[in-house]
């Protein structure tokens, strides 16, 4: 049984990753414009400011502004998106078991995808979704840390 669980928790790793991929790197993000320079391109398609998107969100969502979907979507997906990394990255690798290595290595992690999506132009930079993305990270690695999974893992 053992063994079972862990080839089902690797195959659903591979799914995952391959599903993190799709979603992050692959399809029309909106952010088309490849006859500008990627120094405009960066300009235009990047957000430094903090909780902007997600106060815009939230806004739309209390007066009704704009079709609930696309709020939701945002800012549920990418509180959740990454929530399964806080589980598996500590399962493979042992040294993410400790939180502070873990947080240091998912703001490294997420600062390069963001940077990757901007550079390769299959998205946007916003710190608001590094926000979300690494606290669906933490409360991942929180239901890592649970007696519940440790004793299901063993």
């Given at each position: 049984m053992k063994k079972l669980k862990k080839v089902l928790f690797g195959f659903s790793w591979i799914v995952y990753l391959l599903v993190l991929v799709m979603l992050l790197f692959m399809g029309n993000r909106g952010y088309t414009w490849t006859e500008l320079s990627l120094w405009?391109?960066?300009?235009?398609?990047?957000?430094?400011?903090?909780?902007?998107?997600?106060s815009t969100y939230i806004q739309a969502i209390m007066d009704d502004s704009m079709n609930l979907d696309i709020p939701i979507k945002n800012l549920a997906g990418n509180l959740f998106m990454f929530l399964p990394m806080g589980i598996?990255?500590?399962?493979?690798?042992?040294?993410?078991?400790?939180?502070?290595?873990?947080?240091?290595?998912?703001?490294?992690?997420?600062?390069?995808?963001?940077?990757?999506?901007?550079v390769a132009r299959r998205g946007?930079?916003?710190?608001?979704?590094?926000?979300l993305n690494m606290l669906g990270a933490l409360i991942g690695f929180g239901i890592w840390?649970?007696?519940?999974?440790q004793k299901f893992i063993k």
């Open positions: 405009e391109y960066i300009k235009i398609a990047s957000n430094f400011t903090p909780f902007k998107t997600i598996y990255l500590p399962f493979y690798i042992n040294k993410l078991n400790k939180g502070s290595i873990f947080i240091i290595s998912m703001i490294i992690l997420l600062f390069l995808i963001e940077a990757i999506q901007l946007s930079f916003d710190i608001d979704d590094f926000i840390k649970t007696k519940i999974v």
